[in-house]
């Protein structure tokens, strides 16, 4: 098993920058391609960005898309999200999960198998 622990959220003005990082314990990092999902209110939660085990692919939904940036540390054990030109709808609670590496990089939820707490990120306008 892997444990999972986001931070970095906050709030921040529309057009500022954020970084998400999630921390990751428990089963050898490497192990597991990592993922991550927002959340808003009344909302399904979506897929935002995903990056390889290696983190030699990476993977966007459109809506950010040349704005947000994954990227992953192995040796730290960490997985970040850099995110650019924030805008009021990327407000939501952000996750990280996991995957096992021996399935493809994922993008819907049922595809990931742990799950962190969520770190909140509001952008007003």
């Known amino acids: 098993q892997v444990q999972l622990v986001e931070s970095g959220g906050g709030l921040v003005q529309a057009g500022g920058s954020l970084r998400l990082s999630c921390a990751a314990s428990?089963?050898?990092?490497?192990?597991?391609?990592m993922g991550w999902f927002r959340q808003a209110p009344g909302k399904e939660r979506e897929f935002v960005a995903a990056?390889?085990?290696?983190?030699?692919?990476?993977y966007y939904a459109d809506s950010v898309k040349g704005r947000f940036t994954i990227s992953r540390d192995n040796a730290k054990n960490t997985v970040y999200l850099q995110m650019n030109s924030l805008k009021p709808e990327d407000t939501a609670v952000y996750y990280c999960a996991a995957r096992s590496r021996t399935y493809p990089v994922g993008t819907m939820t049922h595809e990931y198998d742990y799950w962190g707490q969520g770190t909140q990120v509001t952008v007003s306008s």
């Open positions: 428990g089963r050898t990092f490497s192990s597991y391609s």
């Open positions: 990056i390889s085990w290696s983190g030699g692919g990476t």
